[in-house]
């Protein structure tokens, strides 16, 4: 960066204590390197002023000879008594023109290792003297989207913080934080380099009624007295809309009954879920008759719907 001293200690300038290994120095100069580098930021002098700071310290403290003489005080973090920091084209192109990297100059680095370096970062295959040409990040967006929208599968549109917007196609099936990405959506690539990628992380929000269990749809279904006792056809909503199901007579509430292909559909090679219906007896208000009815009404086989509970006292 501006004003960093050419005879800055190495040992800081890298971050390492002074007993680090020739390991603890490569890896320090290597992390730095990678955030420091020219080629990653492009017209910034204070990356530029502190690549070389780096680089000097590293050239200085990879050589066991240089750093030993340092170390007893014999030179300077120049590698000799009040001599300019080398400039980055030093460093760049080394004493008998060689690119960065190209040979001892370079304090131990090969150019397999800036390779290694920025494939890695961005993940794609660097050809020798193709370095510049570089994929741009990935940026990470959040999509909130309804429980059904998940389900069945939507295009919605999402507004970034640039003021672009992103027509996103959620897939029938996405479950909550699942990520999609869109290729090229990301940030630019450097010198004609591939734009990298959008990640969209789908945040379901629950529904009042349903409820995914993997592939199948749960739901409490409220049913009145008489639906329960005499049973008969109502209406169940599901994901693809109501659908006509039959209670049997005598239905309880607790239980469960299956639309079968009512649940999640079918996709990504998965079959379609099922939907389970739980039954909730609701009484509602009793009216004068019925209460008038249960008052008089001896059942013919009269049970103890707690029975169990009391013989487990």
Known sequence: M??????????????????????DIRRAYRD??????????PGNSQAEDRFKAISAANELLSDPLKRGQFDR???DAAGQARAPQPSYRDYAEGEHGQRYGAGPQAGGWSEADLEDIFGRMFDQDHRPGASSHMRGGDEHYILEASF??????????????DGRTLDVKIPPGT??????????QGRKGVNGGPDGDALIEIHVIPHRCFKRDGQDIRLELPVTLSEAV?????????????????????????????????????????????????????IGTPDPALEAFLRTWKPEHPSNPRRAMEAGQ
């Open 2 to 23: 501006a004003g960093v001293d050419a005879l800055e200690d190495p040992y800081k300038t890298l971050g390492v204590a002074r007993d680090a290994s020739q390991e």
């Open 32 to 41: 730095l390197a990678k955030r420091h580098h020219p080629d990653l930021n």
């Open 73 to 75: 005080g014999e030179i």
């Open 148 to 161: 059904l929208d998940a389900v069945n599968g939507a295009t919605r549109r999402l507004t970034l913080p």
């Open 175 to 184: 479950a909550d934080k699942q990520k999609l990405r869109l290729k090229g």
């Open 230 to 282: 005499l049973g008969g056809p109502v209406e169940v909503p599901t994901p693809g809309g109501l659908v006509r199901m039959r209670i049997p007579p005598g239905a309880d509430s607790g239980t469960e009954l299956r639309l079968r292909g009512r649940g999640v559909p079918a996709h990504g090679g998965k079959p379609a879920g099922d939907l389970y219906a739980t039954l909730r007896v609701v």
